[in-house]
Structures are given as C-alpha cells and as structure tokens.
C-alpha cells in the first residue's frame, strides 16, 4: 500500500489562530487530494496519509514537503513511482500559492510488513 506524510511549515508571520488554522487546512486539501491522485496513479489502490507540521527548525524546508513510499519487492513500480512523482508535484504547485514552495519525494522500498501484540500486561 502507497503512504505518505505531508509536513508543513506554520509560517513565522502566522500570529493568530485563525491563521494557523488556514495553513492546516491548506494542507490537509492538499494531502486529500493527493491521496486520491495517488490511489488513481497506483491502480486503485488504498493510500494511506499523515499531515502534520513540522517539529523542528524548518528554515531550509518547503512550505509543503511530502515524501511518499510503496513496497515494490519485485522492482515492479519504476514507472509507476517516477508517475506519481512527477504528477503528485504538479498538483502541489498547483493548489500552493506564489509565495509558498513545494517538495514532492517518492521512493520505493522492499521489505516485509510484520505485525504483534504487546507483552505488557494491563493492571
């Protein structure tokens, strides 16, 4: 399944609230719709997603940057991934505004997903 996580810088100038609150939703917009371009750009599959702002010092960050990944164990999505790249990134550009930059990174990876309970008892 093709995931993703969405950052976004809360700009210096953003005093209010409200303003945080535009930005927020201003990436959550983006991150739907790039969720569904994504799903469509990856035969209909679930997209999984994360929106979050930064956490740290963002100075030489986008104003939006979005690293995306899919297992591809069998070197399968070359050209599906460079796709979704190329097309997710004009999508962010197109829903930023002139003074608002974007980054789109994709990549493959191979592994295996595993899962387990915990050992802790609850009390």
């Not at 927020?24 to 979050?52: H, K």
Request: negative net charge; charged residues 25%; aromatic residues 10%.
């Amino acid at each position: 399944m093709p995931e993703f996580s969405l950052r976004y810088k809360i700009p210096a100038q953003a005093d209010t609230d409200v303003e945080v609150e535009k930005i927020r939703l201003q990436a959550l917009e983006i991150a739907n719709q790039v969720q569904v371009l994504a799903s469509t750009i990856f035969f209909d599959w679930e997209v999984g997603y994360e929106v979050e702002p930064f956490s740290s010092d963002t100075s030489n960050q986008s104003d939006f940057a979005l690293t995306g990944w899919v297992t591809d164990n069998e070197d399968k999505l070359i050209k599906t991934v460079m796709r979704a790249q190329a097309e997710i990134s004009v999508l962010m550009q197109g829903l930023a505004y002139e003074d608002q930059t974007v980054s789109c990174w994709w990549q493959r990876v191979k592994g295996k997903w595993s899962s387990a309970s915990g050992h802790k008892t609850r009390l």
